[in-house]
């Protein structure tokens, strides 16, 4: 039935169009109800149509079918036709209906379908108009009623009067009209009551939907309070919820600003903040709403915006933006009005009582919110506050600590029940150093029973801590300390020990400190030592005379005597003797008062002996100076004071001794006073003077000794003074009353420290001695002229006479010495003679002196002696021995001359054969005609090669020279007389004696020696052997001509320039040389520079500058580049020629190619460098190894040095025995391994073998295998490139064993040690490392001596120093280099390079 | 009332000659204070921690120059690095057995030391040192 439905919406969409759709407004009700009419109406309306027309036209009775159609085609058109005014279509319809009804009841018989359309019309008008519509139609429908019965009853001419008279009119009709208005009251009641219904559902609606709006709004408000955390965020929430859930059109919250009396805006929504400003910009007391608010603290309400708000400032824009209503809500904030919640509503009257009380309690929740906000800020304010405290306490309590810390004392803190709550830095550091580990638990440890637990030692300094502690604890005490030894492992240590009572608000306890008291506890104890160990008795008494402080000398000394023991605290006074305690008191009182006193006390003892005491007091100062105190020393000064007496006795008794001499004894000052005399000093110098000398007295000022005498003791008395003791005899010539003297003097300087304050004088009268001597002197001068007078005769001999004891020592010498040997017989005397016999002759001399003293006379005994000017004089002796004096009696005389004529002699005569022998050239004489040798020199018997030729003939001896035609010259010779010469004559001889015949040349002469009558007798020959000069020549001849071959190969060329016209000439050579042809250069000086190497040119060309300045010759070396670029080292020198003017016309210069010599001479720098290095290693090695043989031989030295000291105890002797021990037998040590080293060097001269690396390392390992396995080694090897080495073995074995054996040593101790040999070939290189994990070697600091001899760079294990030198001499032996790549921790690398 | 002695302090790695050079010390000077070292390190480190404090009297230090770990060249390059007051406080003389005349003037260039003296240190050496 689509067409149907399709046909129902074109329909609807006609008629309904733009109507409202409003189901709950009736009015779209009866326009609905007019659409259904409609819709039915036209098909039903067809189906009445057809019969209605078809009867209406068969009745006759067109006016009613006309009528039927126009209806229905006005209706159809009402359905279909769109653009029709729905009032117009309304009543179109009405109307049409009610044509057709008049037109129906006019026309038709029957009042039926009239009157039935007319109720309907009356029925349509209510539903589709209203109710009042319906009452209209049935008013009209009397209306039309009372018509027609006007009509009937005036009976005009019509259908319907025809039908009906005016009472059956009423009748029908009047049913009509009752009918008409019932049913018009009937829809009217039902539509009433529709309509109702339907509106009161509505309002119901209306409000429903407000009141779930004000709940949503409550209710999110309520939601945002809870996760909002801020009041901004607050009040924008609140803003948007307002107009998102309760659809207010604006809503702003404001606060009151009391100081400026303005509206601040907190937050809005829906209002432009512009236009807020309204509210915001004016003092808020002409604001009606918001100062009711503030005033009144109740919400200003206005529900009708037009008509009951005054005209204020906004009322245009309420007006303009068509608000309603609006609500001004109170926000208070701790119970004081802090704002207002304005809502704004677009309907008037939007606020009803509900919404009211609903809104005042969002605003009390935001209210509340905001005191929950405040309460918050505040909350975490004091929280910032309290974290803020808490830091500043934690920083006061870490300063605290860090004080605590910095303390050098170990302090704990415990609580009541001794545990350890806290401990400074120092406590754990003295817990660690006394051995705790890391991990000592010192927190909360019981501090009584750890040290009530202390073991050993500390067991009973541990229980007295614990009890001080527990009495603190407890409080029976406010403080304890004590002082313990506590030793570290390593040194002594005393500790003070405090506790103190701690309180505070959390912990009631004690504070233990324990203070390092060890410098003072040795201080103190060095003290004590000091102050018990002196022999002096001391005591300190403070200002009350209390004891304070005593010694234990002072302590033993009164126990001793008094039998009391002293007591500290105790006053001194109750010590003393009951007699002199007022003494003693007084005493006191001085020295308190700042005096020092002392005093002597004398102590009867027991057994009549008497001790006697020195006292001192003297005042104790503090450090202010203060007195508090006075300080007591007693000495035992009996000894003393008896030592005193006896010196007493001793001095009287000397004194009485030197008094009882007659000798004069005195002493005298520096200034000459005197010091002491004895009394026969005094005595005599009253005689001398007449006065009683005093000490103190000068003694050189008396008027009555003259001058002159007092002059000499002032000398004798200074020269004392200069220190020198000496005895002097003094004559003190006769005078008035007096008898000459003689005194024996003796000065004795007084010496006092090193200083000279006197002298003293001892004097004898020896007067009575010299007088007898000077007798005795007188009568042996007679016997003394008569010995001068022999003097004299001796003297006056030219022969020297002296006289010597059997020791051979002069005892006289006669003048003649002084002529013969050069000495006064004064030098003489006393000196034995063979000091003057010369060297040769002593013996002899020795032997000769014997002889002559076993008695026998000696006559010519010729010997010679050594003058003092250092010539020689041969005497000749007479001697006689005196056996009863033992003397030996000499003349001697000087026979010189004579000897020297014999001597010279001599001389010549040997001149003469040292001549002819020694001669130069072979010379000798032949005798008669037949040639007889007669003398010949050697010289020439080693020409021939023959001996014993004296006395033989010519012939006999050479008898190879006949045939050479010798004999021929020598019997010309001899026969003519004509000397014979000739040079370089070649003679053969046989000089061997083989018969082989050598060849000489000789230059020689026959001359013919002729007598005194001038007859020949025979010939002179003299030969010179020249073969080795002729030879020689011969030779140079020979080489002189090769040199002339050798110069042209020595590739020398020459050139030259001619000044005169400049032109150069360079020979062919000269282009050799310089690698040029003739025609592609040019022969010019500047031609030659350019080809000077750069390096080179500038001196080059310096001396061509200077040649030509000053026309010397000169010459350089230089490298020149040839036109291939071969460098060549040439050698230019040049001449000048000058013509006769001395002007320079012509140079003319060689050029040598000296490039071969050049590198000659390179290489022989090289070599010459290389030698000066290996004699400076030389050098050093000499210096290590003297170095190290010095060090034990230094320490042997030192040990023997202390064993020979006295002092030396046995003790120290076994130490010295041992350490010379090792001394030595590192000295033999060391002497080993020079032995080694030098054995290293010579047995280079062994075979060369083929040799495997793989062979050596096995060999190795089976040496060590020991070790590897000790020290798990692992050794890889790698010979796979190379495993095969011509060398020597022996060294090649050591250097493998070195290497390893070093790497096993130096092994790093936390790594398995891995060795890795490996060789490889390189061109013609055989190259080996030997590659270690070991410890390594720093490079950066020993690199220089990795190599060196008796260097190590590890101090743990023990080693010479001597492998890689040995290493190393060995690789460079057999031609290798090592060098080393190591990092410390890491490994070392050694590589060996071998080229073959 | 505490006596000041001598202090020396010797540096070397041979322990026999350290103990001839105490006995030498002691018995010329009796009552000394004396140390040796045998690892020129630890002296140094025992120099750097004991010499904070200025002692009255000097204190003479005899350095070895041939020793494994530091030779006695080196041992002055890292003395030289001290403060003033610590350097100030010695007097070194280098004891060597050593008779390259480099060492020697080496010795007498090198601004720290005294002196160069050959060991053994006997009581002549030390006379001559301490009268």
Wanted: proline letters at 3%; hydrophobic letters at 40%; charged letters at 25%.
């Amino acid at each position: 039935m689509s067409w149907w439905g399709n046909y129902k919406q074109h329909v609807r969409d006609v008629i309904i169009n733009n109507e409202s759709d409003d189901q709950e407004n009736v009015a779209y009700w009866r326009t609905t109800v007019f659409c259904e009419i409609l819709t039915y109406l036209t098909p039903l309306s067809l189906i009445a149509l057809i019969p209605s027309v078809y009867m209406a036209f068969t009745s006759e009775i067109y006016a009613v079918g006309i009528m039927d159609l126009f209806a229905f085609l006005v209706i159809v058109i009402l359905t279909v036709v769109p653009g029709i005014k729905l009032e117009i279509r309304k009543g179109l319809f009405i109307f049409i209906l009610c044509c057709l009804s008049l037109t129906l009841l006019y026309f038709l018989p029957l009042p039926g379908p009239g009157i039935l359309f007319l109720l309907v019309v009356t029925i349509f008008s209510s539903l589709i108009y209203s109710s009042s519509a319906a009452y209209i139609s049935a008013t009209a429908n009397t209306v039309i009623c009372i018509g027609f019965a006007v009509l009937i009853h005036l009976d005009i001419q019509s259908p319907i009067s025809s039908f009906y008279n005016v009472g059956s009119w009423i009748a029908v009709s009047s049913n009509l009209v009752l009918l008409s208005f019932a049913c018009a009251k009937c829809l009217d009641l039902l539509l009433a009551g529709l309509t109702r219904s339907l509106e009161d559902n509505k309002i119901s609606e209306v409000k429903l939907e407000r009141a779930n709006r004000l709940y949503q709004f409550v209710s999110q408000i309520n939601q945002t309070i809870v996760h909002v955390k801020d009041k901004e965020t607050l009040f924008l929430k609140s803003c948007e919820i307002a107009l998102e859930f309760g659809n207010y059109k604006m809503a702003w919250i404001g606060g009151f600003n009391n100081a400026q009396k303005h509206i601040t805006l907190l937050d809005s929504c829906g209002i432009a903040e512009d236009d807020i400003k309204l509210f915001t910009h004016i003092p808020y007391e002409t604001k009606a709403a918001q100062t009711h608010v503030l005033r009144t603290g109740t919400h200003f309400l206005c529900n009708d915006v037009e008509r009951t708000l005054a005209n204020g400032d906004w009322k245009p824009f309420a007006v303009n933006h068509s608000i309603g209503s609006f609500i001004v809500l109170p926000i208070k904030k701790s119970g004081s009005i802090f704002g207002t919640f304005n809502l704004y509503a677009a309907e008037p009257n939007y606020f009803g009582v509900d919404d009211i009380a609903l809104l005042e309690e969002v605003t009390g929740d935001i209210s509340f919110a905001l005191d929950l906000f405040e309460k918050a800020e505040r909350h975490e304010e004091a929280e910032h506050q309290l974290q803020k405290n808490f830091e500043e306490l934690e920083a006061v309590s870490n300063e605290q600590s860090a004080i605590l810390n910095t303390l050098p004392a170990s302090i704990a803190l415990l609580d009541n029940d001794g545990n350890i709550v806290k401990v400074n830095e120092e406590w754990i550091q003295f817990g660690l150093s006394n051995g705790m580990q890391d991990t000592y638990p010192y927190l909360n440890a019981n501090y009584i029973e750890v040290s009530e637990k202390s073991i050993g030692k500390e067991a009973e300094d541990g229980k007295h801590m614990a009890q001080g502690l527990r009495e603190v604890l407890k409080g029976n005490k406010t403080y304890f300390t004590m002082e313990y030894p506590c030793d570290s492992p390593t040194e002594k240590r005393w500790f003070k020990a405090e506790v103190r009572p701690f309180k505070s608000i959390l912990l009631t306890g004690a504070v233990v400190m324990h203070i390092n008291i060890t410098e003072r506890k040795m201080a103190e104890s060095e003290m004590l030592l000091l102050i018990n160990n002196t022999e002096e008795a001391f005591i300190l008494v403070d200002r009350n005379l209390e004891i304070v402080s005593f010694n234990n000398q002072f302590k033993n000394l009164y126990n001793t005597y008094f039998g009391k023991n002293i007591e500290k605290g105790v006053c001194i006074l109750e010590y003393a003797q009951p007699e002199q305690k007022e003494i003693v008191a007084s005493i006191y009182k001085k020295v308190l008062d700042g005096h020092v006193e002392e005093s002597e006390i004398m102590i009867p003892g027991l057994d009549d002996t008497i001790t006697y005491f020195s006292m001192k007091y003297s005042p104790a100062k503090d450090d202010s100076g203060t007195v508090f105190g006075a300080f007591v020393t007693a000495t035992d000064i009996t000894d003393k004071k008896k030592a005193k007496e006896q010196k007493e006795f001793e001095r009287r008794n000397k004194e009485a001794l030197i008094n009882s001499t007659t000798d004069l004894i005195w002493s005298v000052s520096t200034d000459f006073k005197l010091l002491a005399a004895n009394d026969a000093f005094i005595k005599e110098m009253k005689k001398f003077t007449g006065v009683d000398i005093k000490q103190g007295e000068d003694l050189l000022s008396f008027d009555n000794i003259p001058k002159e005498s007092l002059k000499h003791w002032e000398v004798f008395y200074q020269r004392a003074l200069l220190g020198e003791p000496f005895k002097t005899e003094i004559y003190n010539p006769p005078s008035p009353g007096r008898d000459e003297s003689w005194i024996d003097t003796s000065f004795n300087p007084i010496i006092v420290n090193e200083q000279i304050t006197g002298i003293a004088c001892y004097s004898r009268n020896i007067t009575e001695r010299k007088k007898a001597e000077n007798e005795q002197l007188r009568t042996s001068t007679a016997l003394q002229r008569a010995v001068t007078d022999l003097n004299k005769v001796m003297d006056s001999s030219v022969d020297v006479i002296c006289a010597v004891d059997a020791d051979g020592i002069f005892l006289k010498v006669s003048a003649a010495s002084k002529t013969v040997w050069g000495y006064t017989p004064e030098e003489l005397i006393g000196t034995p003679i063979f000091k003057l016999v010369y060297q040769e002759d002593l013996e002899k001399t020795r032997v000769s002196s014997k002889t002559v003293m076993s008695g026998n006379q000696l006559n010519h005994f010729e010997n010679r002696y050594v003058r003092k000017d250092g010539t020689l004089v041969t005497l000749e002796w007479n001697a006689r021995w005196d056996a009863k004096d033992q003397i030996r009696y000499g003349v001697a005389r000087d026979v010189s001359e004579k000897k020297r004529l014999q001597d010279a002699i001599e001389n010549e005569r040997q001149r003469f054969y040292d001549l002819f022998s020694d001669a130069p050239s072979s010379m000798g004489v032949l005798n008669g005609p037949d040639h007889v040798f007669e003398i010949v020199n050697p010289l020439y018997l080693e020409l021939i090669g023959k001996k014993n030729v004296i006395g033989k003939t010519v012939k006999e001896v050479l008898p190879e020279a006949v045939d050479q035609g010798f004999i021929d010259i020598l019997d010309s010779v001899y026969k003519t007389g004509k000397t014979f010469s000739s040079s370089e004559m070649l003679i053969k001889l046989d000089t061997l004696g083989t018969g082989q015949l050598v060849d000489k040349y000789l230059n020689f002469m026959y001359q013919a020696h002729r007598t005194e009558k001038n007859i020949i007798d025979g010939i002179l020959f003299f030969a010179i052997d020249v073969t080795e000069q002729v030879v020689l020549r011969r030779k140079i001849e020979d080489s002189e001509s090769k040199l002339k071959q050798a110069q042209s190969l020595l590739r020398i060329s020459n050139w030259e320039i001619d000044l005169i016209n400049y032109i150069n000439t360079w020979s062919d050579e000269c282009y050799d040389i310089i690698g040029w042809k003739r025609e592609d250069l040019e022969p010019s000086l500047q031609a030659f520079l350019s080809l000077i190497h750069p390096d080179d040119f500038e001196l080059a060309n310096a001396r061509v500058v200077e040649t030509f300045q000053t026309y010397d010759a000169g010459s350089f070396s230089a490298r020149i580049q040839t036109k291939i670029g071969d460098i060549k080292y040439v050698y230019c020198e040049w001449k000048f020629e000058f013509d006769i003017n001395a002007k320079p016309i012509r140079i003319y210069g060689i050029l040598q190619d000296i490039t071969e010599r050049k590198i000659a001479e390179e290489e022989l720098t090289k070599i010459t460098n290389d030698l000066f290095q290996r004699n400076r290693d030389l050098e050093q090695f000499t210096f290590i190894i003297s170095h190290n043989l010095r060090a034990p031989a230094a320490n042997i030295m030192g040990f023997t040095e202390y064993l020979q000291d006295d002092t030396t105890t046995p003790q120290e002797q076994k130490e010295l025995l041992k350490g010379l021990a090792t001394s030595v037998s590192g000295l033999d040590t060391i002497i080993k391994d020079i032995n080694s080293i030098l054995q290293a060097k010579r047995e280079i001269n062994d075979k060369k073998e083929t040799i495997r690396f793989s062979n050596i390392v096995t060999n190795v390992i089976n040496s060590i295998g020991n070790t590897i396995d000790k020290h798990h080694v692992t050794i890889k090897t790698d010979f796979d490139e190379v495993d095969e080495i011509f060398s020597l073995k022996v060294y090649l074995h050591s250097i493998f064993y070195n290497l390893i054996s070093n790497s096993i040593k130096y092994r790093s101790l936390d790594k398995q040690t891995l060795i890795e040999i490996k060789s490889k070939r390189d061109k013609d290189k055989i190259i080996l490392t030997f590659k270690d994990n070991g410890l390594g070697i720093d490079l950066n600091k020993k690199g220089d001596k990795v190599f060196g001899l008796y260097q190590r760079f590890h101090n743990h294990v023990e080693g010479k120093g001597m492998g890689l030198f040995m290493v190393k001499t060995q690789v460079e032996a057999i031609g290798g280099k090592i060098s080393v790549a190591s990092e410390l921790q890491k490994g070392s690398e050694f590589t060996i390079i071998f080229e073959n | 009332m505490t006596k000041s002695v001598k202090r020396f302090l010797i540096v070397d790695d041979d322990s026999a000659t350290n103990f001839l050079s105490k006995m030498a010390l002691r018995k010329l000077l009796g009552e000394i204070d004396v140390k040796d070292f045998v690892m020129p390190e630890t002296a140094l480190d025992y120099i750097a921690t004991h010499f904070e404090h200025l002692h009255d009297e000097k204190t003479t230090l005899f350095l070895d120059i041939n020793m494994p770990t530091l030779t006695g060249w080196e041992f002055l390059d890292k003395f030289q690095t001290f403060k003033e007051p610590i350097k100030n406080q010695f007097n070194i003389y280098i004891l060597s057995s050593s008779i390259d005349p480099a060492d020697i003037e080496r010795a007498k260039h090198n601004p720290l030391v005294t002196d160069f003296i050959e060991k053994p240190l006997n009581k002549a050496v030390l006379t001559k040192l301490f009268n």
